[in-house]
């Protein structure tokens, strides 16, 4: 399959292998102890197991990344209840038992079979919004590229995470609709936003073995949650649960 070419990045932006969201300290961080927070993201994590998440690697993650310092302070006291917020130019921080159920679909790609407790390879995540998500991606997957259409949300993403020093996580400002070829392939693809077709530069840029886990409009004018698994053989699509994610869209504004 012909390689397509890399979408056009910002030209503030540096190459990805340059933007290590662990390069420098944030003095911006929320200044609230987090221990203050343990307890109470401890009990999210048992709703998520009492909720169906079985797979230890999503539990450990959820309970390592600190949710409330990706929320504004106003709304700290409701940042491990299971409820999306709003962050900012119309976007929201996904509810966590949605960013579970996705992270764990994600790492059941084929060609994770029998590798239970081993790491996914490089995974591609269309739509940073304000970091979080990336930040748990980040303890699961090898190697991170997060893209992001919206200026403001790329910023406060990196803002974000540079408190968790995570080297594995790679943040662009572009047209997630792309993808990003000079990450490519990847073993797995998850997208925070939905539209009416899955682009087929995500299928191209899945590796065999890889899985794409996204949102997509259903045929009753809602959302539904797809699961696409690439094989040798090709391409084998999954309809699952009924699900509520922001439009899709391409461009940079």
Request: net charge positive.
């Amino acid at each position: 399959m012909p390689a397509r070419p890399a979408p056009a990045l910002e030209p503030s932006v540096r190459p990805a292998s340059q933007q290590s969201v662990a390069t420098r300290p944030n003095p911006t961080s929320p200044t609230a102890p987090s221990t203050a927070y343990e307890a109470v993201r401890a009990r999210m994590v048992q709703k998520l197991a009492g909720q169906g998440i079985t797979d230890a690697r999503v539990l450990s993650a959820m309970g390592t990344v600190e949710r409330h310092r990706f929320v504004d302070s106003a709304l700290m006291n409701q940042a491990y209840e299971d409820t999306s917020l709003p962050i900012g130019l119309g976007q929201t921080i996904s509810k966590p038992s949605v960013v579970a159920r996705m992270i764990e679909l994600l790492l059941a790609a084929p060609a994770m079979a029998g590798r239970s407790g081993a790491r996914l390879g490089r995974v591609l995540e269309v739509g940073t919004g304000c970091g979080y998500q990336a930040a748990v991606l980040g303890r699961v997957a090898d190697e991170v590229y997060s893209i992001e259409r919206l200026r403001g949300l790329n910023e406060r993403a990196r803002a974000n995470l540079r408190h968790f020093r995570l080297a594995n996580v790679h943040l662009l400002l572009g047209d997630g609709m792309q993808g990003y070829a000079k990450g490519a392939p990847y073993a797995g693809i998850i997208a925070a936003a939905g539209g009416d077709v899955l682009p087929q530069t995500w299928i191209d840029q899945l590796a065999v073995g890889g899985r794409i886990v996204a949102p997509i409009r259903s045929a009753q004018g809602g959302q539904a949650l797809v699961v696409i698994d690439r094989s040798n053989a090709g391409v084998q699509r999954s309809v699952l649960e009924a699900v509520n994610f922001v439009p899709l869209k391409s461009g940079i504004a």
